[in-house]
């Protein structure tokens, strides 16, 4: 199976939140791309990690395991995840493996960000 490689690029929206822009397939293969804009969101005391899922074309276990990974490195910074642009199917997998609960889904940027509210206004 081709596999599109995953492409993990940071926006800083305030001192306090950062997007991480995520393209293509997220697999073990994209465990360094994920981690290294992961360490480029967290870097500046970043209290809100917004994870941009709109362009993710694929996702396995693997996948959810380095989100795991994420949201186990951003606990003890204090750190809140939060998703968006999830199709249908993935935000399906998020609730049967109740990631959801920990990584709060929105449906588009605007809403994920009126969540991260004070830090954003």
């Known amino acids: 199976m081709y596999e599109n490689p995953l492409v993990a690029s940071v926006r800083s929206v305030n001192d306090n939140a950062s997007i991480i822009e995520i393209q293509g397939d997220v697999t073990a293969n994209g465990e360094g791309a994920l981690m290294e804009a992961y360490n480029q969101a967290s870097a500046n005391d970043t209290e809100f990690i917004l994870l941009n899922f709109s362009n993710m074309e694929y996702m396995n276990s693997s996948g959810i395991g380095l989100l795991v990974t ?3 490195r951003a606990q003890p910074q204090g750190q809140k995840l939060l998703a968006y642009g999830l199709k249908e199917h993935f935000r399906k997998t998020f609730e049967l493996t109740r990631l959801n609960e920990a990584i709060k889904c929105y449906s588009s940027e605007k809403e994920a960000l009126e ?7």
């Open 70 to 72: 994420i949201l186990i």
């Open 115 to 121: 969540a991260a509210v004070p830090a954003i206004r």
